[in-house]
């Protein structure tokens, strides 16, 4: 038998593959089920935006290796963008680093940054590649709770100076996966204030920039002053357009942490499909209207669970952003027994809070990533399964 390697013990994905495979044996013994666990979006890229890969991929001379910086097309645009979207300016040469999508970033941040021993401040309840990125490169994690209490934002008072001096970066995420929470322009400003003191590499997941609700606009990191001396920021065009499997996202930031990421990823990948650079550059310079209907459709959908729900007599708070609802468990179960159960006796799959960490645990994330006649089932079904326990 060949033996793995340690690091892949270090990824501890319990709490979802036990969900995964409870999912497979109701669907194998005949459940139709509503599926509310992954954050993948159910909606089609824009009409515009397929044609444009399309043709693209159709052209002959679009099939060679990108490399890792991209084109400067598709670089130009994200700086454009980001001026126009949060008034940030970047160099397109330097501050920008095309991604095969932004989880390629997230996971290999780490590896040029962390060596085995050094620690890294990660929020939990937290979206999990933060965690394991920072195992696979042998690091350790010093765990920044999010509380409903700081509205899900880590205390910054409460780290130990300490572990602080000794970390070498911090990841935040807002929108948040999986709390939902969203940040303001001087929570950033502190974070900014915090990494000069101790020096800390800070890395914004900003996924969820485009998907926030009733008006609101997510404010990006960079927009804090002195913040791209300390840090980075992720985008991902997965959920801002529904282009999740054309795997593309991007960096931007400091021009030292954007050299050294895409110094690392040359000896990883060769760069996205040219044609999927092409239809990205396209929609974020022409496709604005579709991030408005993607809100609209996910702002309704938010309503009807939301809604639903509570007319069952479970209450969750509203979303501002982000394709979650963090919902607290109403029957005072843990989270993976509640998920359990819900699957098992309502056929709806939501996450268990504990999978995104030890604080994730009294809540359940659910996702909504199906439409909405679906949901309606789902809330039915929940409604049901409700007036049997509570
Ligand atoms: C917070 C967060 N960051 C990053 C990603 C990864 O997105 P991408 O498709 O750009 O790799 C996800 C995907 O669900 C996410 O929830």
Known sequence: ?????????????????????????????GNQLINLSIGSPDRAPALEIRKILSGAALEESQYGYTLTRGTAKFRSVCAEWYLNRFGVTLDPETEVLPLMGSQDGLAHIFLAYIDPGDLALIPDPGYPIYTAGLMLAGGEKVAMPLLKEN????????????????????????????????????????????????ELLICHDAAYSELAFEGYKPVSFLEARGAKEVGIEFHSVSKT?????????????????????SQLKANIDYGVFRPVLT??????????DSIAENKLAYERRRDLLIKGCADAGWNMPIPQGSMFIWAPIPTGQDSVTFAIELARDAGVIVVPGLGFGDHGEGYVRIAMVQ????????????????????
């Open 1 to 29: 038998m060949h033996r793995p390697s340690k690091r892949l013990d270090s990824l501890g994905a319990s709490v979802f593959s036990e969900m995964d495979n409870l999912r497979r044996e109701l669907e194998k013994a």
């Open 151 to 198: 509205g899900f934002l880590p205390d910054l008072r409460q780290i130990d100076p300490n572990l602080a001096r000794k970390a070498k970066l911090m990841f935040l995420n807002y929108p948040n996966n999986p709390t939902a929470a969203v940040a303001s322009l001087s929570f950033f400003e502190d974070v900014v204030e915090f990494a000069k003191k101790y």
């Open 241 to 261: 357009y529904n282009l999740a499997g054309a795997r593309l996202g991007f960096v931007v930031g400091n021009a030292d942490v954007i050299r050294n990421l």
């Open 279 to 288: 239809a990205g550059a396209y929609a974020l310079s022409s496709a604005q």
């Open 371 to 390: 439409e909405e006649s679906v949901l309606q089932e789902a809330v039915r079904r929940i409604q049901g399964f409700l007036g049997r326990k509570i």
